[in-house]
């Protein structure tokens, strides 16, 4: 088995000098009372009104073209080692909702997801390892049509923000690890449209599928902004297609 070391951090990702971002506190607080606002019943409506928590597991495909380039250099770095690094393209999530339903249809409020996406390559010499899971945080809005029997069915949309907190990682078998720090955040915005169905109790199962726009548009490793060629920024793309299920219980 090829004893060729993995190739260090800084061969992985290149670093540059820090340069200023907007800050994303200020950006959640305008969310989280818009949606509180968007969800508090008007007093002409309170008594129909039916708050709900939710919670739900997800599929989704990613658009990490700048992170596989990078793949992309570490497999040729490792080329004749009989070693390969996977892409990443995909991964799953999962997710918590609360929210209200009314009686002309709609329903509104806050959604969390956490998602998942990470790559690695290691045999006796040694590891690599990338791991990006991420955090949204949206509000989102659904209008739901004439149920079919316990079906009914739903399109809505979703805005806010998503934030990176990952890492990037080298192990050298006799020599020690290394870790760098990845961070970075972005908008984020969803279509969707799902089905649900309702049971005689509180409890809904819920399906869903849809498209997510969410690009990190500034990536820092370790503090410092990542540049992949002069005045271009390395992006971290969760951009794609998803699915959800999961199950919703309504107050009554």
């Known amino acids: 088995m090829s004893t060729r070391r993995p190739p260090r951090p800084a061969e992985c990702f290149p670093v540059a000098p820090v340069l200023?971002?907007?800050?994303?506190?200020?950006?959640?607080?305008?969310l989280a009372v818009l949606a509180l606002i968007a969800v508090s019943p008007s007093p002409a409506r309170a008594a129909t009104a039916h708050p709900w928590f939710a919670g739900h597991v997800a599929f989704a495909m990613y658009d990490m073209t700048d992170v596989n380039r990078d793949v992309g250099n570490i497999n040729a770095l490792l080329a004749g080692s009989g070693l390969e690094m996977d892409e990443i393209h995909s991964g799953f999530g999962l997710g918590l909702e609360f929210g209200v339903e009314t009686t002309s249809r709609w329903s509104m409020?806050?959604?969390?997801?956490?998602?998942?996406?990470?790559?690695?390559?290691?045999?006796?010499?040694?590891?690599?390892?990338?791991?990006?899971?991420?955090?949204?945080?949206?509000?989102?809005?659904?209008?739901?049509f004439s149920s079919a029997g316990a079906l009914s069915a739903r399109v809505g949309g979703s805005a806010g923000v998503i934030q990176e907190s990952g890492s990037v990682g080298v192990s050298v078998t006799g020599e020690g690890s290394q870790h760098r720090n990845i961070e970075g955040s972005g908008g984020l915005f969803e279509v969707f449209t799902g089905i649900d169905y309702w049971g005689e109790s509180q409890l809904v199962f819920t399906g869903s599928a849809g498209y997510r726009y969410a690009t990190i548009n500034e990536t820092k490793l370790n503090g410092e902004i990542i540049y992949i060629a002069p005045g271009e920024k390395e992006t971290i793309d969760y951009s794609g297609v998803f699915l959800r299920i999961g199950c919703k219980f309504v107050f009554h």
Do not use: K, M, Q
């Not at 509000?139 to 739901?144: E, I, L, R």
């Open 20 to 30: 200023p971002v907007l800050p994303v506190l200020p950006v959640l607080h305008v």
């Open 109 to 144: 409020g806050l959604g969390y997801d956490h998602l998942f996406a990470n790559t690695d390559v290691e045999d006796a010499s040694g590891s690599i390892e990338y791991n990006f899971p991420a955090n949204a945080y949206r509000v989102f809005g659904a209008y739901s």
